[in-house]
Nanobody, 125 residues
Framework: QLQLVESGGGLVQPGGSLRLSCTAS????????IGWFRQAPGKEREGVSF????????SYAGFVKGRFTISRDNAKNTVYLQMNSLKPEDTAIYYC??????????????????WGQGTQVTVSS
């Protein structure tokens, strides 16, 4: 049974950085694309960034492009989201999710069937 655990969230000032981690247990992530999603209070969950099982294919939502970087270390069964130049509007609970597909990374929520519990990111002065 694949389980995902996010970590690395916290409180940061505008312009600051955080690195989120999504660590899997129970199953190797070698066969899974990973997506990062977020949900702000009163808003629907939205996709942030996605990476294929090999790490060769990545994509980003327009509102984070150039500020966030997704990467993975399959040897550590972990996917990372480096978040720089954070803005107050980035405040949300961030979730990682896994989809058993190879060679590409889906961007739709329904494509993902394993989810972590989320980690809170708060950007405030």
């Amino acid at each position: 049974q694949l389980q995902l655990v996010e970590s690395g969230g916290g409180l940061v000032q505008p312009g600051g950085s955080l690195r989120l981690s999504c660590t899997a247990s129970g199953v190797t992530l070698d066969y899974y694309a990973i997506g990062w999603f977020r949900q702000a209070p009163g808003k629907e969950r939205e996709g942030v960034s996605f990476i294929s099982n090999s790490g060769m294919s990545t994509s980003y939502a327009g509102f984070v492009k150039g500020r966030f970087t997704i990467s993975r270390d399959n040897a550590k069964n972990t996917v990372y989201l480096q978040m720089n130049s954070l803005k107050p509007e980035d405040t949300a609970i961030y979730y990682c999710a896994a989809s058993r597909v190879g060679g590409w990374a889906p961007i739709e929520e329904y494509e993902y069937d394993h989810w972590g519990q989320g980690t809170q990111v708060t950007v405030s002065s």
